[in-house]
């Protein structure tokens, strides 16, 4: 084998290219030749294979017949100085280049170098051998990670619009099966009512009957006795007459027509006494077949209803049976969908601020966190067990939040924290204190309960500045709402039980009496939407439930069970929605106000109608401490029946921030009139805040503006709370 081919053998291809300058030199180590430029074309641990351009043609020929050695400066990528090195030319030859002359391949010997530059050289050229090999792995297990994370989310969200599709049949069947169950009951109520009134008038029929008998029986007998007394002076007389001569009739003539004439009268008597006893008898014996007759046929309705109302006992225990089986799997689905609602709210927290977004589908309010929401999203995170998302949540306003007057503007920009509307009101302020005080009783962490008192305090301070005990609106803003009152009334409740402090216990008083007789119509029993504004607004019914208590209410002649018929009489709507899918159903929900009265027909508000089930859910307890079982079961069936149309109008988020999980939309319907000053989001098929969390409030029996009692000291009256789950 040519020695050329052996030298080359020893080298191994690491297709490394770095610069080289080199010059030539004899065994004296000094150079004669000018500085060339190279380029290597691979390197092994003993030498280099040298790729050189434009050498003249007397240096050419030395290297061709390998008499000089050479002098190498290689410049290695990141390393500042040169590796210098010498080396002897092992072989050389000379090769066509288009754009070079006298260009030649020449393989190098290393004949002095540094050790650790020898091997810093060859490292690098095998780490650049092997990145492309590298990189190509890396990038294909990059695409094989998102080829798998594009599968995984679109199977996930497949899960998920399945999940939520399941969510909406079984709410559907939930419904019928509900409405049918309910129309059987009162079909029933209304079987066993007529069977009742059959019943009486059977007994009634009854009664008749035997008085009639009894009548019958005291007419026959007196008539008896009065016929014997005057069959018995009739034969007393006719034997009077007989024993009469013809000279006493002579004499006695007088008397004798008078006893004739008495005799003839007591004649006429005694037949019509007969013919009286006589029709005493036919008419009582018709009377009596007629209303043994009509005791017949109420028999056989009695006996009738009497099947009928089993019947129907049987249709209502294969229903419930049915329902129940229906509850028992709507429960697992509602929890796994509870689930997937919070998934949603966690996505849409970020990092940097902790806020949530309001609305997944509006492109107006992109980036957009309204204090309210962020106040309700804390409390969503607090009961399903999220303590770090509802801290950060109150991290943000405890710490960052911008403000003006001591008091929150209503809303933010999640991404940077950054006011988005320059307006401050009462509300959210104050649901801002009142999670801080549910955070505080779950985790028993004060360190966000200045910040409530604080709140509390701002809003005492407009109390005492008003005229007649009302909080306005806002610092700049004069309208006082019945709704701000009913969160301030909770809020001093909620801080004078964990304080003990009296200020906030006085402020609640004063709260309730503007209530009672400012806010409350006595005359309509229902709640007015602010002072001298008689609008009917449904989060003031149902948040006078939930704030105040139907207890309460009661005891300051303010009627609970009114104020929840007047808000299904006047606020219940029954619309069309469109679900994003397609379809269309019916859906029966609350609007914000009268419908009617707003001019664009009915829609349903997800956040008002979930309020209200959580008001009807506050009754039944209430009727249920209270022994009455049916007014228990009445409002227990109305949360359920709600919450089951509520389901039918989950969607799934189509964002690909969303991936698909359950939310709900604000409203049935887009940008339109609310009736309260403010237009419905666009984005019904998409997430709202406020119609998500307070359904997952519904859901698990969470009442957010009041602690829930769990013990009463008869000594020390002192009370204890827990948390609501």
């Not at 084998?1 to 080359?8: A, S, T």
């Not at 030649?104 to 290393?110: D, W």
């Not at 998102?146 to 969510?167: G, P």
């Amino acid at each position: 084998m040519p020695q050329k081919d052996i030298n080359r053998r020893k080298y191994i291809r690491l297709n490394s290219c770095f610069p080289v300058e080199f010059s030539l030199y004899f065994s004296a180590k000094k150079a004669f030749s000018r500085k060339y430029q190279g380029f290597t074309c691979n390197l092994s641990e003993g030498g280099i294979c040298l790729e050189a351009k434009n050498l003249n043609p007397d240096d050419s020929e030395l290297i061709l017949n390998k008499k000089p050695r050479l002098s190498l400066n290689i410049y290695v990528p990141l390393r500042k100085e040169p590796v210098k090195a010498t080396a002897e030319i092992m072989w050389a030859e000379r090769y066509k280049n288009p754009y070079a002359k006298n260009s030649y391949l020449i393989g190098l010997s290393y004949l002095d170098i540094g050790l650790k530059d020898k091997n810093r050289i060859l490292n690098y050229a095998r780490r650049l051998k092997y990145i492309p090999r590298i990189a190509a792995i890396l990038l294909l297990i990059m695409v094989i990670g998102i080829a798998a994370l594009s599968f995984y989310h679109v199977q996930e969200r497949k899960k998920n619009n399945a999940l939520v599709n399941q969510l909406v049949s079984i709410s559907e069947v939930k419904v019928g099966l509900e409405r049918r169950l309910n129309e059987l009951k009162t079909r029933k109520e209304m079987l066993e009512n007529k069977l009742v009134k059959i019943t009486k008038s059977t007994v009634n029929l009854e009664h008749r009957i035997i008085e009639i008998e009894k009548k019958l029986t005291d007419e026959k007998k007196r008539l008896k006795q009065e016929l014997e007394t005057a069959l018995a002076e009739q034969k007393d007389l006719e034997q009077k007459m007989s024993g009469l001569s013809a000279d006493k009739i002579a004499l006695g003539n007088m008397a004798y027509k008078i006893t004739e004439s008495r005799l003839t009268n007591l004649n006429n008597e005694i037949e019509l006494l007969q013919i009286e006893l006589s029709e005493v008898i036919k008419k009582a014996g018709i009377e009596k077949d007629n209303l043994k007759i009509a005791l017949g046929i109420l028999q056989q309705d009695n006996a009738a209803l009497k099947g009928q109302i089993e019947f129907t006992q049987t249709g209502e225990i294969l229903l419930e049976e049915q329902l129940a089986q229906i509850k028992l799997k709507s429960g697992e689905i509602t929890q796994a969908s509870i689930g997937k609602m919070l998934k949603w709210l966690k996505v849409h927290q970020t990092k940097r601020t902790g806020l949530v977004l309001s609305y997944e589908g509006d492109r107006k309010l992109k980036d957009w966190g309204f204090t309210y929401d962020q106040a309700l999203a804390c409390q969503a995170f607090l009961i399903s067990g999220e303590r770090k998302r509802a801290e950060s949540i109150l991290e943000f306003f405890s710490k960052h939040a911008k403000g003006s007057k001591g008091l929150f503007y209503n809303a933010y920009d999640i991404k940077t924290g950054t006011p988005r509307e320059h307006t401050i009101h009462s509300g959210p302020n104050i649901w801002i204190a009142i999670a801080v005080c549910q955070y505080t009783l779950k985790t028993q962490d004060y360190r966000f309960l200045q910040l409530a008192k604080e709140i509390g305090l701002e809003m005492i301070a407009l109390q005492n500045s008003s005229t007649d005990g009302s909080i306005k609106g806002g610092p700049d803003t004069e309208w006082v709402s019945t709704e701000h009152n009913l969160d301030a009334y909770a809020l001093f409740n909620m801080l004078y039980d964990l304080t003990k402090e009296e200020v906030y216990k006085q402020a609640a008083l004063v709260a309730l009496d503007w209530l009672e007789n400012v806010s409350y119509n006595k005359q309509e029993g229902r709640f007015l939407r602010g002072r001298g504004d008689a609008t009917i607004a449904t989060d003031t019914f149902s948040w006078a439930i939930a704030a105040i208590g139907p207890a309460k209410l009661a005891a300051n002649d303010m009627d609970p069970d009114g104020i929840m018929e007047f808000a299904e009489k006047e606020c219940r709507v029954e619309v069309k929605f469109h679900r994003p899918e397609g379809r269309t159903i019916d859906v029966t929900g609350f609007d914000f106000a009268k419908a009617r009265h707003v001019g664009r027909g009915g829609i349903i508000s997800t956040e008002w109608t979930a309020q209200m089930v959580v008001a009807f859910k506050v009754m039944a307890e209430y009727y249920r401490s209270r022994g009455n079982i049916e007014k228990e079961r009445i409002y227990k069936f109305k949360a359920e029946y709600y919450l089951s149309q509520l389901g039918k109008m989950v969607v799934s988020s189509p964002s690909p921030t969303g991936q698909g999980e359950g939310c709900l939309p604000y409203a049935s319907m887009d940008n339109v009139e609310t009736g309260h000053g403010w237009r419905v989001p666009n984005g019904r098929r998409t997430g709202s805040v406020a119609g998500t969390t307070y359904y997952i409030f519904a859901r698990k029996d969470y009442n957010p503006l009041k602690f829930k009692v769990t013990k009463v000291t008869k000594v020390t009256n002192d009370v204890e709370y827990q948390m609501q789950p």
